[in-house]
């Protein structure tokens, strides 16, 4: 089935420095892949989204690029700030009609991000 | 403003008792879904609904029912609440179709001693 594999955390870093967290996925057609954050406290909000190959999503700094060749959606921000801080969620929409599962998210187990000034 | 609300936000109650979370969009969406959040176990689906009257379960089901008699609401029904259903939950919805993102309520911190 579906899958997405997100890269544990914790992850710490110090404020402006370069930010990767790997996201790979698992998928029999062709998903739309997401970027979610969910900041303390808070619901999950879209962060950033592509929906076909070669695509590159791109929000408040923070990109990704949809891989098809090497299944990938890695998130990126050349400098961090400490409003960054949060919980990161890679995630993909099944395609139409797979399973009779529609449109449902598809979520890595997140990635929590913590920036020091 | 287009939004997503839940209610109520906290909730501490004891195993046995029926209770009911409250989901409503105002954004006309097809498409809902119910989720809880786990510590190292990321979210995961509970129960969604492609348009009224049309439900189905997700990945962790058991111990929920939900019904959609309306477009706007989605409620999540837990008949029995055991302690192993203490957890965040968070409705979401969006319109059909893979490319579109789903909208999430605030949030239920649901303890059950």
């Known amino acids: 089935g579906n899958s997405v594999t997100q890269m544990e955390g914790p992850v710490t870093l110090s404020e402006e420095a370069f930010l990767t967290i790997n996201c790979t996925y698992t998928?029999?057609?062709?998903?739309?892949l997401f970027w979610y954050v969910q900041y303390p406290g808070e619901g999950l909000q879209l962060l950033l989204k592509a929906t076909k190959a070669d695509d590159k999503g791109s929000n408040k700094g923070f990109e990704a690029t949809y891989r098809k060749e090497t299944t990938s959606f890695h998130l990126e921000k050349g400098s961090v700030q400490v409003s960054d801080s949060a919980v990161y969620f890679c995630?993909?929409?099944?395609?139409?009609?797979?399973?009779?599962?529609?449109?449902?998210?598809?979520f890595g187990k997140g990635t929590k991000l913590s920036v020091k000034p | 403003e287009a939004q997503v609300t839940q209610n109520p936000r906290y909730l501490i109650t004891v195993t046995g008792k029926k209770l009911t979370v409250t989901c409503s969009q105002n954004?006309?969406?097809?498409?809902m879904s119910w989720y809880r959040q786990d510590p190292g176990l990321g979210l995961r689906q509970i129960y969604y609904s492609m348009n009224v009257e049309v439900t189905d379960k997700g990945d962790v089901p058991e111990g929920y029912k939900v019904s959609r008699k309306e477009k706007r609401n989605f409620p999540l029904i837990l008949e029995s609440p055991s302690p192993n259903q203490t957890s965040l939950y968070f409705c979401?919805?969006?319109?059909?179709?893979?490319?579109?993102?789903?909208?999430f309520g605030p949030g239920t911190r649901l303890t059950v001693l």
């Open positions: 979401a919805s969006s319109f059909a179709g893979t490319n579109n993102e789903q909208f």
């Open positions: 995630a993909l929409r099944d395609p139409m009609n797979y399973g009779g599962s529609q449109g449902n998210l598809i």
């Open positions: 954004m006309n969406h097809e498409y």
């Open positions: 998928a029999t057609g062709y998903p739309s």
